[in-house]
């Protein structure tokens, strides 16, 4: 064997997973694969097309040849759906008020589902969404279950964004709020705690202490940390 694990963190929205996931990637040397940016390009494709989440038969004939592209960059990915880059246009409004309609699609998650155990293959992969731990990759030897209070989450969102006119500290939470209730609800893989996973609260820990103690959890499987 390669010597090497996969890591599964899931929660909900704003936790920090995909802001983590990275940093622990790039601890181990690791592949970070980011399921979330999947599931927005597919759903900025469709929306692109005039295809609403209501209309599966023709999202899944979309996504059926759907081809996505995560490239890692400093700092970041890039992400590439057919070809054109959307890095930006996922993270936008629209995005985020229709992914987790797009999302509860059985065509569409196998789909994806299919592509991220492809990616995990040979191991050595941080992957971060709402279902690796208990869907994606129940085999995963670390499995972390991240929350935080929608308080908390929403202010690190608001913090982050760039046109903050556009929507306020309240009305971003109550999108947060919704979304995450949509991913616990739905009768797919919903969000939930994994039976083996940790559960890891970070309403009150900087992101240091949250790699840190994720780190950690690998050292019984041997793992050399770049430190
Ligand atoms: O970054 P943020 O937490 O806002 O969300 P994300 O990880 O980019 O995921 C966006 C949406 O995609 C989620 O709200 C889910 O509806 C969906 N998703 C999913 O269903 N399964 C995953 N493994 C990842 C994301
Ligand atoms: O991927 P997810 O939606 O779970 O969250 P994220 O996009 O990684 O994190 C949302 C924001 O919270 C980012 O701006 C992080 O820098 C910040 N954050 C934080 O302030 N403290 C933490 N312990 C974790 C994340």
């Known amino acids: 064997s390669s010597g090497k694990i996969n890591i599964a963190i899931d929660g909900p929205a704003g936790a920090g997973k995909s802001t983590i996931a990275r940093m622990v990637a790039g601890r181990l040397s690791y592949v970070y694969v980011d399921t979330g940016a999947m ?58 008020a229709k992914v987790s309609r797009y999302a ?39 499995k972390v279950y991240m929350t935080a209070t929608v308080e908390e989450r929403a202010k690190r969102r608001y913090k982050e964004m760039k046109e903050q006119s556009a929507i306020s500290l309240e009305q971003l939470a109550a999108d947060i709020a919704e979304r995450d209730r949509l991913d616990q609800e739905r009768e797919i893989s919903p969000l939930r ?33 770049k430190a």
């Open 39 to 96: 599931y927005r390009a597919a759903t900025w494709y469709c929306q692109s097309l005039g295809v609403e989440p209501e209309e599966v038969e023709q999202v899944l004939q979309i996504v059926k040849d759907l081809v996505i592209d995560l490239i890692p960059i400093e700092n970041g990915q890039q992400v590439l759906v057919n070809g054109q880059e959307v890095t930006e246009q996922i993270r936008s409004l629209a995005v985020n």
């Open 193 to 225: 705690q994994a039976d083996d996973a940790r559960l890891l609260d970070t309403t009150h820990m900087c992101i240091e202490e949250v790699v840190e103690t994720i780190v950690s959890y690998c050292k019984i499987y041997g793992m050399e940390s």
């Open 104 to 142: 509860q699609i059985e065509g569409l998650r196998s789909r994806l589902v299919s592509l991220q155990r492809q990616m995990a293959l040979r191991k050595g992969v941080v992957m971060d969404g709402r279902d690796i731990g208990t869907t994606v990759l129940p085999d995963a030897e670390v």
